[in-house]
């Protein structure tokens, strides 16, 4: 079966400049989820999406970082405007309720300078 | 979810066996260990996980104590390919709509030739 789909892989923008990323997860996934990964740490949780609606953000900066889920399938996750510590891998996952295992895309890496 | 210890990092020589540490004292009855691991350049990879009884896959296996508050992940015969961060995560394995893990820093094995 297909994986996790992410583009772009690469971003590159100035601070206060707009960026997003999009996600396409494994068919029939009902369970998304966006995390940001800094270098040298593990990936944190930003988002989770239960079919089209929000499970959790309480740790997204919603002052900057909106996502949505229309239809319940893909996933675009936003950033406006972006700031120098948003450079970090924005990562996203699927999963198949009630099976716990969570697929991983292969993420984008933000740079922002 | 209860905190999880490991080391930082480790070297493993290839063709041997790699064994990760993984201390979660405070583990509770209903919580799962989870094991994740995440190649350069890719997202994070499912590997197994556990309650109390020590499982097998056609990747690896997972010795938990039988007090549960540490756990050990094996590589059998380690390749270069199994190089990368380990993540060693538990929480309550409940496969509902909430259900999300929390990352820490993680081990890097380095397998080396």
């Known amino acids: 079966e297909a994986g996790v789909a992410q583009s772009p892989r690469y971003k590159i923008i100035e601070k206060r400049q707009s960026v997003a990323f999009w996600c396409n997860p494994i068919s029939g996934h009902a369970t998304l989820y966006w995390y940001q990964q800094i270098l040298g740490q593990g990936p944190k949780l930003l988002i989770q999406?239960?079919?089209?609606?929000?499970?959790?953000d309480s740790q997204l900066p919603k002052d900057r970082f909106s996502a949505e889920r229309l239809k319940g399938v893909d996933s675009t996750l936003k950033i406006q405007p972006a700031k120098l510590e948003d450079s970090a891998v924005y990562l996203c996952?699927?999963?198949?309720?009630?099976?716990?295992?969570?697929?991983f895309g292969p993420g984008t890496r933000l740079t922002v300078l | 979810d209860a905190k999880t210890t490991q080391p930082p990092s480790m070297d493993c020589a290839e063709g041997r066996a790699a064994n990760l540490p993984c201390n979660h004292s405070t583990i509770s009855g209903n919580e799962y260990v989870y094991w994740y691991r995440q190649i350069h350049s890719q997202g994070p990879q499912y590997i197994i996980h556990?309650?109390?009884n020590n499982e097998t896959n056609e990747m690896a296996s997972l010795i938990i104590t039988e007090d549960r508050k540490s756990s050990t992940l094996i590589l059998p015969h380690a390749t270069l390919r199994d190089t990368a961060v380990y993540y060693c995560i538990v929480r309550v394995g409940s496969g509902g709509s909430n259900y999300k893990l929390t990352f820490g820093k993680g081990t890097l094995l380095t397998v080396n030739p």
């Open positions: 556990g309650l109390k």
């Open positions: 996952a699927s999963r198949f309720p009630p099976t716990d295992t969570q697929y």
């Open positions: 999406f239960q079919n089209n609606g929000v499970v959790d």
